[in-house]
């Protein structure tokens, strides 16, 4: 950006960019051109806190335990008894969602861990182990390292490989979700940025 828009003065500059930042106040628009969270940008925290605080008038007395409580009250009042199937990989995303839905619902909560063979040594047992411990739903783990690994000899072109394990990991999970009978839901644990990507 080299020329503002009209209303637009420019608050910050560097060596490169003419307009590293903008404001219009009177419209209260704020734009940065640079990433003020990562840890090497000076004052990046300051920026957030500025406008989190000052401009946007939040009051910063939010926690995360608010957050799990929350959600385990809206999903235990939403679900009710209401039968849910979750894909978990052991992964953070599908975990994360799988321990919230496991303190709304518990054994109302059935996980299908598809056991691919394609993790860190011990990971398959860590992840049940771990899960079976520490939850109260049901867990059914699918042990499947050879039909994926059938799917993936000779195959050297990583996208392909990507796309191979994404499309065995669908069918393993469509198989056992048959055998369960009727589910209400299907969950499945993403990141924000995900769901902005995938639309």
């Given amino acids: 950006i080299e020329v503002v828009p009209e209303g637009f003065t420019v608050t910050g500059v560097t060596a490169d960019c003419p307009c590293a930042a903008m404001e219009n ?7 940065v051109q640079f990433h003020p969270e990562v840890n090497h940008t000076e004052y990046g925290t300051e920026i957030f806190k500025n406008f989190l605080f000052d401009i946007c008038g939040c009051k910063g007395d939010w926690i ?7 959600s385990v ?45 394609l993790m860190r040594k011990n ?26 690994l059938s799917k993936l000899s000779g195959v ?20 056992e979700s048959k055998k369960l009978g009727r589910m ?9 940025p995900d769901v902005i990507e995938s639309g």
């Fill in 25 to 31: 106040p009177v419209k209260r628009l704020y734009a």
């Fill in 64 to 70: 995360m335990s608010d957050f799990v409580e929350e």
């Fill in 73 to 117: 009250k809206k999903y235990r009042e939403m679900l009710g008894d209401k039968k849910v199937l979750c894909a978990l990989s052991g992964g953070v995303d599908s975990s994360v969602c799988a321990a919230l839905m496991s303190k709304a619902i518990g054994k109302n909560l059935t996980c299908i861990f598809v056991d691919h063979g």
């Fill in 123 to 148: 990971e398959g047992d860590m992840v049940e182990k771990e899960f079976a411990a520490a939850f109260d739903f049901n867990l059914i783990r699918v042990n499947c390292e050879d039909r994926f």
């Fill in 156 to 175: 050297s072109e990583p996208e392909r490989k990507r796309k191979i394990i994404g499309e065995e990991f669908i069918r393993v999970f469509e198989e």
């Fill in 184 to 192: 209400d839901y299907l969950m499945q644990g993403t990141i924000y």
